[in-house]
């Protein structure tokens, strides 16, 4: 019987030295959730679509938001009727922010959202079922 016997390097880490950069490039998500929120939207003469997808974190949560906005594509989708509230989806991007709490515009209090909101970028939408007319 042979036996071997691994070695660990020794991790140091000074305070003198600065660490490395941490790029945000990693922040890469698949989420499968289902429109939770789809509008036309336009900045500088621009218009968009904004996209929300809702998903479950955990059995019997109110769900997290996840936001992306898009000016090709899944606009086309979104013009043509495709993003329905209840579409089944896969959604795959980079996180950008993440946000609990927002600033009411009327009174300029802030509150507490009702779900998490995710807002993403370089995304990829993938469609799935459609919600049956019953469930609409």
């Not at 929120?37 to 003469?45: F, I, Q, V």
Request: hydrophobic share 35%.
């Amino acid at each position: 019987m042979t036996t071997t016997t691994t070695r660990l390097a020794k991790t140091v880490v000074s305070s003198e030295a600065k660490l490395p950069k941490n790029y945000a490039g990693f922040n890469t998500a698949t989420i499968e959730g289902t429109v939770y929120h789809a509008e036309l939207a336009t900045n500088n003469g621009d218009t968009f679509v904004v996209v929300q997808i809702i998903q479950n974190l955990q059995n019997d949560d109110d769900g997290c938001v996840f936001q992306f906005t898009n000016a090709s594509g899944v606009l086309k989708l979104f013009r043509d009727g495709f993003l329905t509230v209840g579409r089944r989806v896969h959604l795959t991007g980079h996180m950008k922010e993440i946000t609990s709490v927002y600033t009411d515009q009327k009174t300029g209090e802030t509150m507490l959202r009702k779900r998490p909101l995710v807002k993403m970028d370089k995304t990829t939408l993938t469609l799935a079922a459609m919600p049956s007319k019953k469930d609409a």
